[in-house]
């Protein structure tokens, strides 16, 4: 029994079906557990906010996308079409054609969840101007892949003729259209990751954590890779052996990695802070501990002497970071406060326990 519908073992050998399920299946389950981290995180702390709902939303469209993009192996993705079998022709298009509007608005929303990370990042502080690019580039970028999403469900005429090629009509010619949803792609992919840089470069912080901080959201830019080796696929179907398997990996990755990279600044003061308690606690290099007498209470201090003193009963709800208008939240959602030059400056708490 093959795994290809109506193929021969010799033919079924040579499918890269394998390949392509391994990728979707490793990719899927590991941005489901990231964006569901970030969404446990943001529930428990402070709730979801619409950036939640957002990635949520693109993680259920990445995992349909993949779950299609396995199907599809069964009509014969994964092998050239001279060696395709005749009868998947009609199966084969018709998911085809479902997975292509998914792709396009689905990663639309995890750049869509970005972009309103960033509308909270600047809240409450003189950066006006940067809010207005915000929402034009959403917008814009919104705007742009619905475009691209409804000339892929009507480029054909009649419609039907999408998902049965050998109907007589006519179809958008798929260089031109392809090199235009790949602009749209790519100029957005870099919009989303370039705005939060000229804030970044001003936060009142310590070299090492502004370049953390902007590395973190120039991984962006992978998807960027990802969609330009997408488009060099298009002349090796269009002039080539038509196999489009990597034409669809590389849409799934862009599609995972994205949805990754969004739920990134979430997580990372997390486990920051968990590898600061965890340094704090083991290392005994510069650090002494002593026990305080006010009810168990203690301290620790570097070798200067510079004492802390560190509560030995943690509040019921653990917040990381300050409000933007310098009042303490036990959210974390609040990244940055106002100082009173109207600069930006980044407040982090740090707690140690000692058992």
Known sequence: ???????????????????IIAICVTLSVFSSVIVGARLWIRHRNHGLAADDWMATLSAVFALLYSILCILQTKYGLGLPLALRP???????????????????????????ALLISYLRLFKGTSHAVSRR??????????????????????????????????????CLAPGPSFTAYAIVTI?????????????????????????????????????????????????RIQYGDGNS????????????????????????PIFLRKA???TSKYSGSGQQYGAASNGGARRFG?????????????SPRKGTFATAHGQSSNSEENILKSSPDNSIVKSVSYSVQVD
């Open 133 to 170: 690019v915000v929402w034009i580039a959403m917008v814009a970028i919104l705007a742009g892949h619905l475009g691209c999403s409804l000339t892929l469900i009507l480029a054909c005429n009649p419609v039907h003729k999408s998902w049965e090629p050998l109907t007589p009509g006519t």
């Open 1 to 19: 029994m093959t795994w290809v519908e109506n193929a021969t073992p010799e033919v079924d050998a040579q499918s890269e079906w394998r390949t």
């Open 187 to 235: 100029v957005s992919d870099v919009v989303v990751a370039v705005i939060p840089i000229p804030v970044l470069l001003k936060l009142k912080v310590n070299t090492g954590k502004k370049v953390g901080l902007i590395v973190i959201f120039l991984l962006g830019l992978f998807t960027t890779l990802c969609s330009i080796f997408r488009y060099l696929q298009i002349d």
């Open 276 to 278: 600061k308690e965890y």
């Open 302 to 314: 570097k070798s200067g002497g510079e004492g802390y003193k560190l509560s030995s009963v943690s």
């Open 86 to 112: 005749p009868e998947n022709l009609i199966p084969f298009t018709r998911v085809n054609y479902g997975g292509r509007p998914i792709y396009q608005m689905g990663i639309s929303f995890f750049k869509a």
């Open 245 to 268: 398997t990597m034409l669809v990996l590389w849409g799934v990755i862009e599609f995972n990695v994205g949805n990754m990279v969004s739920s990134l600044p979430f997580l990372a």
